[in-house]
Each structure stands twice: as structure tokens, then as C-alpha cells.
T-cell receptor, first 115, second 111 residues
Framework: SAVISQKPSRDICQRGTSLTIQCQVD?????MFWYRQQPGQSLTLIAT?????????ESGFVIDKFPISRPNLTFSTLTVSNMSPEDSSIYLC????????????FGPGTRLTVL | AQSVTQLDSHVSVSEGTPVLLRCNYS??????LFWYVQHPNKGLQLLLK??????LVKGINGFEAEFKKSETSFHLTKPSAHMSDAAEYFC?????????FGAGTTVTVRA
């Protein structure tokens, strides 16, 4: 399985500011994913990030609010822009397993609180 | 689109007794199904997966799940609960490469 790290592990931010979350994988992967887990809720897919192309966003999520970068096969960033308290969530990145469509491995998550 | 429904939001069991977490899926074809566990303040861990091989799937920590196409179910079981099993459990379906999560079941284990 892939080893995934995220930075920061948690942060407290003021409304109106932006935060960039980093996701680093110990092996090269084609597909990376970003999820949001609101307090007491399940996970919702924000977008899929493939290296060399623009991210694909799910319904309800837009690039202006959640810009994503994927500069290489082991790294991705998610920015939460112009934050409001409603953005307080855990943000998780995941990567596909060694066999495509097989499974996904998750990072430890970034716990974001917006005041 | 494929989806899953977890029938219980909260399950409470005594240590040493069986655990049953229920999940139904909606799919127009044979799905890939997973159970993930999330311990408090920890990341998500894959418990087991079904990908159209054996219908009875064995996972880590003594958990297993049975895929029943006739009932569109993928229930998770463990014969004897341990205190360390207290966590949030998610039933998940893969549609193409995307994961769709159920609402989750919180498991409480009583001493």
C-alpha cells in the first residue's frame, strides 16, 4: 500500500483567508483524489487530480473555491479559498491502489477550523 | 450512479459478542464494494473489499463481509467484538474510479 502524508495536519484560520493543503505519496500514482468530511458527516469527493491535466470537479465544487495543483506523480495541493466557517472540515487526499479501479488509500487528513 | 445505504447509524455491542453492520447497495451491474474504518482522530483504513471474486470476503482484524446479489447487500460482521473495534465504519461503492461513501455507522463497544 502507498504511504501518504498531508501537511498541515490541522489548522485554525480566519474567515476570508486561504489555506493550501499538501499531499505527498511515496510512490508514483496516476490518479489522486481530494475529499471533504464535514463534522459528523461522511466523505464527499471534491475532485480528481491527474498529473498533466486540470482537475475534474464534482457537482457542488468549483475551481475558484478549491483550486488544485498536480505538478508531478507524487504530489498534489488543494487550496481552500476565501474561507468561511462552513469550510470547517477534515480534508483528505487519496490515491488509487496498484491495480486501477481496485481500491484507494487515504492520507491522515487535515483538520481545518475556520473562525 | 451507484450508491450505498448503511441501515444503522449507531450500533452498540458488548465486548465478546458478534457485530453486524448492514449495508445495501444500488447498482445496475456488479459493483466493487469496500468497508473502511475510521478510528477517532485517525485516518481511514481499508477493512476489506469485494471485486467480483469470492462472495465471502475476509478482511483485517477478524472482520468479514458477504456479497449477496439477490439481496443487494454487503453486510459486515465480526464474531467477537473487541474494545478496539469502537470506531466509525463506512460502506463504500466504487463507480468507475470514484468512491461513494455511505453515511457511516458508529460502533460502540461496552465492557
Amino acid at each position: 500500500s502507498a504511504v501518504i502524508s498531508q501537511k498541515p495536519s490541522r489548522d485554525i484560520c480566519q474567515r476570508g483567508t486561504s489555506l493550501t493543503i499538501q499531499c505527498q505519496v511515496d510512490s508514483q500514482v496516476t490518479m489522486m483524489f481530494w475529499y471533504r468530511q464535514q463534522p459528523g458527516q461522511s466523505l464527499t469527493l471534491i475532485a480528481t487530480a491527474n498529473q498533466g491535466s486540470e482537475a475534474t470537479y464534482e457537482s457542488g465544487f468549483v475551481i475558484d473555491k478549491f483550486p488544485i495543483s498536480r505538478p508531478n506523480l507524487t504530489f498534489s495541493t488543494l487550496t481552500v479559498s476565501n474561507m468561511s466557517p462552513e469550510d470547517s472540515s477534515i480534508y483528505l487526499c487519496s490515491v488509487e491502489g496498484p491495480l486501477r479501479y481496485n481500491e484507494q488509500f487515504f492520507g491522515p487528513g487535515t483538520r481545518l477550523t475556520v473562525l | 450512479a451507484q450508491s450505498v445505504t448503511q441501515l444503522d447509524s449507531h450500533v452498540s455491542v458488548s465486548e465478546g459478542t458478534p457485530v453486524l453492520l448492514r449495508c445495501n447497495y444500488s447498482s445496475s451491474y456488479s459493483p466493487s464494494l469496500f468497508w473502511y474504518v475510521q478510528h477517532p482522530n485517525k485516518g481511514l483504513q481499508l477493512l476489506l473489499k469485494y471485486t467480483s471474486a469470492a462472495t465471502l470476503v475476509k478482511g483485517i482484524n477478524g472482520f468479514e463481509a458477504e456479497f449477496k446479489k439477490s439481496e443487494t447487500s454487503f453486510h459486515l460482521t465480526k464474531p467477537s467484538a473487541h474494545m478496539s473495534d469502537a470506531a466509525e465504519y463506512f460502506c463504500v461503492v466504487m463507480d468507475d474510479y470514484k468512491l461513494s461513501f455511505g453515511a457511516g455507522t458508529t460502533v460502540t463497544v461496552r465492557a
